[in-house]
């Protein structure tokens, strides 16, 4: 039954397809490689780094979510943010956001010092530093929103109105919402990027990533690249994202639902000093959000009083919550973004980018959200105790 049911397509992903024994749930194809059917007589798949039928089964579906034409799984997000590069070669433009996903930072800095292509650097929140970078004419334009830490939301429609008049393609890095949450190509992107490690697998269980292109020459150009440079994900890291996909949308209502519940009991607590979530009113991208976002996501940040020793006992004490890096996953995470995640970043360069020593961030599980609260305020309650 064709649907554009999205919640519906994630569930019935390649059910009911096995046309030998009838299992509901496909195999899972292990095989390297894969017969002809006679000499000069080729199959579907030959060989699992080019083609593989559960990865092709994630690929089609993770398309289809986000409404683009192709979908290409690779080993890892990062591998996903590698591939695009492909497109680009020693004398085009990538515009990337300042506060971008730290290894996507690096990645795409340190290509560009070998000269592969050249990068500008710039917040795409700056009218002024957006019109100077598309006056330049890049060919493509890379967009995360919601940005980490602070979930910094960018306009996606609007940049790519104008990156189209430039003659620009746009990237967007989706993984803080996914497809469910926000369709990017929908707004006028030309590719999406996921970090599939995050909320698509949902269990914290597989490191995976993937691109969806809107267009199908595209995808073809860019499947070709992820053939030819070997980064296609493995079988089975696609069959548990299978796995974890189905329940996406179930998830993220929960996700949701506790993180509403978290965001109201911080805003009343007198130890927070600020919180950073896009589902606030006060918050930058509160209107972006609504506009283009089809849920505020379950990812924020808070500050807290009492500098580092509050911070330090907010982290001794709390328990339900694992001090981890990384985001959507079922369980709740908490991490402190000067430390752990934006390390690397020189502590100016990190005030700069509005990350202080106090911010600390939440990827809210679905947990009883009543453990979830009580953890966090034994912990707050912690910090503020002399
Ligand atoms: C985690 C993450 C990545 C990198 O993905 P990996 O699967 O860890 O390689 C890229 N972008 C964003 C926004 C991420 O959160």
């Known amino acids: 039954m064709k649907t554009d049911k999205l919640a519906t397509i994630a569930v019935r992903a390649g059910i009911n397809t096995d046309q030998h024994h009838g299992a509901v749930v496909p195999a899972m194809h292990l095989s390297t490689t894969y017969s002809l059917k006679g000499f000069k007589e080729k199959r579907d798949f030959d060989y699992s780094r080019t083609g593989n039928p559960t990865r092709a089964n994630l690929a089609e579906v993770i398309a289809e979510l986000e409404g683009g034409s192709r979908g290409i799984i690779t080993s890892t997000g990062m591998s996903a ?8 070669s020693s004398n085009d433009t990538l515009v990337i956001p300042h506060d971008c996903y730290g290894g996507s930072y690096r990645l795409f800095t340190h290509l560009a010092e070998r000269g592969q292509f050249k990068l500008i650097v710039i917040d795409q929140n700056n009218a002024d530093e957006l019109a100077g970078a598309l006056a330049l004419k890049p060919k493509l334009i890379l967009l995360e929103s919601p940005s980490n830490p602070l979930l910094r ?3 996606i429609k609007a940049i790519c109105a104008k990156s189209k008049q430039a003659g620009a393609l746009v990237a967007v890095d989706n993984t803080f919402l996914s497809p469910f949450l926000q369709k990017p190509l929908s707004l006028g992107a030309d590719i999406v990027i996921h970090s599939t490690t995050k909320f698509i697998n949902g269990h914290s269980d597989v490191v995976g990533g993937a691109v969806v292109t809107k267009d199908d020459s595209l995808g073809e150009e860019l499947a070709w690249w992820a053939n030819c440079i070997g980064i296609t994900g493995s079988a089975f890291d696609s069959f548990m994202t299978l796995r974890g996909i189905k329940t996406l949308p179930i998830r993220l209502r929960q996700h949701q639902e506790n993180t509403d519940k978290v965001v109201a009991y911080l805003k009343a607590h007198p130890a927070v000093e600020a919180i950073y979530y896009p589902g606030l ?8 959000a ?5 849920g505020f996501g379950s990812m924020l940040s808070f500050e807290i009083k009492g500098g580092d020793e509050a911070v330090t006992k907010l982290f001794a004490n709390i328990e339900l919550f694992t001090l981890a890096q990384s985001l959507g996953g079922v369980e709740s995470l908490i991490s402190h973004p000067s430390s752990m995640t934006h390390a690397g970043m020189a502590i100016e ?3 700069a980018a509005g990350i202080k020593q106090n911010l600390i961030r939440l990827s809210v599980g679905i947990e009883d959200v009543e453990d979830i609260l009580a953890d966090l305020d034994n912990a707050l309650a912690a910090s503020q105790r002399v």
Not at 81 to 88: A, F, K, P, R, V
Not at 281 to 288: A, R, S, V
């Open 81 to 88: 943010l590698h591939l695009i590069c492909q497109i680009l």
């Open 290 to 294: 609504k506009a283009q976002q089809m």
């Open 153 to 155: 939301l960018v306009d």
């Open 349 to 351: 360069a990190q005030i």
């Open 281 to 288: 009113e006060d918050h930058l991208g509160h209107e972006i």
